[in-house]
């Protein structure tokens, strides 16, 4: 299965734009890279999700390698708000034609005032 | 719309005892997933659901069990309970799985005595 590493934990100041960056080394042609937030004790939250181009939405960006072994969420003004742990996904597309979601150890954002 | 709703939101158990949780989806969502979430292991795959079939299973003993029903609502259950199974157990749903983003609900907190 594909795994995913990333740093354990960053610290990012108010208003600056955070980066965090994840390993998928394993990657498959067919696996996308879904990023998610969890803020504590809640279910994860979606950020954004690709597959080799890189993609922006209200929330983020997403920049994936040319060669899809690492990815990097940019959260371009971050808040106090989006102090969290985030969760770099690879979706596996399985034999039996259904996704199993491969789920990484977190980095825990923190961002200061 | 409503979210994925989890009940009961905190559960308290011994060791020994068995504990069933509840997860509704999304209206219109068929696929339903079960993860264990734990501060040393982080999320683990349990298993999915899909039209009341179990399509995925993750490497959890047998004492894990789920089931889907034909309104797509989804109960897991975990006999003889063991200290080890304190976690957050987190559900999420999907229109059919098929590499769609994932909705959580904001999980049962289980604690086992």
């Known amino acids: 299965d594909a795994k995913t590493t990333q740093p354990p934990s960053m610290d990012c100041a108010e208003g600056r734009a955070a980066n965090l960056p994840c390993n998928h080394s394993t990657i498959s042609g067919n696996e996308y890279v879904y990023w998610y937030r969890q803020i504590h004790s809640q279910g994860p939250q979606y950020i954004i999700h690709?597959?080799?181009n890189n993609e922006t939405n209200e929330m983020a960006s997403l920049i994936i390698t040319e060669d899809r072994k690492s990815s990097t969420l940019i959260l371009p003004h971050a808040t106090l708000r989006d102090t969290a742990v985030y969760y770099c996904i690879v979706s596996r597309y399985t034999t039996s034609g259904t996704y199993k979601y491969i789920f990484g150890t977190g980095t825990r954002l923190k961002v200061l005032a | 719309k409503a979210g994925v709703t989890q009940t009961p939101r905190y559960l308290i158990k011994t060791r020994g005892q068995q504990v069933t949780l509840s997860c509704s989806p999304i209206s219109g969502h068929r696929s339903v997933s079960w993860y264990q979430q734990t501060p040393g292991q982080g999320l683990q795959f349990l298993f999915e659901?899909?039209?009341?079939?179990?399509?995925n299973k993750g490497n959890f003993p047998g004492r894990f069990s789920g089931r889907q029903f034909s309104n797509s609502r989804s109960e897991m259950n975990v006999s003889t309970l063991e200290l080890g199974d304190s976690a957050l157990y987190l559900c999420?749903?999907?229109?059919?799985?098929?590499?769609?983003?994932?909705?959580f609900g904001s999980g049962t907190q289980l604690s086992v005595l």
């Open positions: 659901y899909f039209s009341e079939t179990q399509r």
């Open positions: 999420a749903s999907t229109l059919t799985g098929g590499g769609q983003k994932l909705f």
């Open positions: 690709g597959l080799k």
